[in-house]
């Protein structure tokens, strides 16, 4: 069974940045959609950002002009930068990846932003 293996979060001073990665552990075929989603305690998970295979990109309005969603469709690897970091952006940030019918999710990586 193929896994989504996250990288990258860590705690960060509120104004800094993070860099958010995502390999499978196998090979997905016929890729749709990339992205991050995040769920803080006490909230539903929500959608931070997503790639289709195309290209284009949807965000967050509460992400918009801060993070920047990037994959690699040879590599099926998907990235979010994530700069100028709010408290508000601590939660545990999922990968998620739409093949066809089929949803794969990371386990979730971390991201604390400290005051």
């Known amino acids: 069974q193929v896994h989504l293996v996250e990288s990258g979060g860590g705690l960060v001073q509120a104004g800094g940045s993070l860099r958010l990665s995502c390999v499978p552990s196998?090979?997905?075929?016929?890729?749709?959609?990339m992205g991050w989603y995040r769920q803080a305690p006490g909230k539903q998970r929500e959608l931070v950002a997503a790639?289709?295979?195309?290209?284009?990109?949807n965000y967050a309005d509460s992400v918009k002009g801060r993070f920047t969603i990037s994959r690699d469709n040879a590599k099926n690897t998907v990235s979010l930068q994530m700069n100028s970091l709010k408290p508000e952006d601590t939660a545990v940030y999922y990968c998620?990846?739409?093949?066809?019918?089929?949803?794969?999710w990371g386990q979730g990586t971390q991201v604390t932003v400290s005051s």
């Open positions: 790639i289709a295979s195309g290209g284009s990109t």
């Open positions: 196998g090979s997905i075929f016929s890729i749709n959609y």
């Open positions: 998620w990846v739409r093949a066809g019918p089929v949803d794969y």
